[in-house]
């Protein structure tokens, strides 16, 4: 009876041993090299171009950035290569510009790609939609709300 407890404990320790060097699973939604993962963590997360669109002051500032592990070229297109338009409460267009820059940009990892769009001194009081948009391959395009005299 003395062996066969000896066996057992000896089996059961063999077991726990072989199972303390496996790797814990990781939930992909955690899992920050993950392409699913959401959120943003300030890391790079595979796979995405990154948008952002906020309105400052007098102007905003529409960003995108590299979250991927590769270097990003993107191919703007000559004839409006970056718009944006401004739609009042009713949904009519108020302003719309482009810029005709037709070229290829080479984003690195993590690095990113400014434009700086100025706000219209002569827009009267209300709510406002802005949508900045780069015609290129791919097409990016970001949409935020601003206020005016509210």
Request: aromatic residues 4%.
């Given at each position: 009876?003395?062996r066969?407890?000896l ?16 790797k814990p ?5 955690t ?6 993962s959401?959120?943003?963590?300030g890391g790079i ?9 906020q ?11 590299n ?10 297109k000559?004839e409006d ?8 409460g009713?949904g009519?267009?108020?302003f ?44 990016l ?7 005016v005299?509210?």
């Amino acid at each position: 009876m003395l062996r066969i407890s000896l066996l057992l404990i000896l089996i059961i320790g063999l077991i726990s041993c072989s199972q303390q060097g496996e790797k814990p699973k990781v939930d992909e939604q955690t899992d920050p090299n993950s392409e699913q993962s959401s959120g943003s963590s300030g890391g790079i997360v595979a796979g995405s171009l990154e948008t952002s669109l906020q309105i400052k002051d007098d102007h905003a500032l529409f960003r995108v950035k590299n979250q991927t592990e590769q270097v990003k070229e993107l191919h703007l297109k000559s004839e409006d290569a970056f718009e944006y338009i401004i739609r009042n409460g009713g949904g009519e267009v108020v302003f719309e510009q482009s810029q005709n820059k037709g070229e290829t940009v080479v984003l690195k990892q993590a690095e990113e790609l400014k434009y700086k769009i100025p706000l219209p001194g002569d827009l009267q009081d209300g709510t406002y939609e802005l949508t900045a948009i780069l015609h290129g391959n791919p097409e990016l395009e970001e949409v935020t709300s601003f206020s005016v005299g509210e």
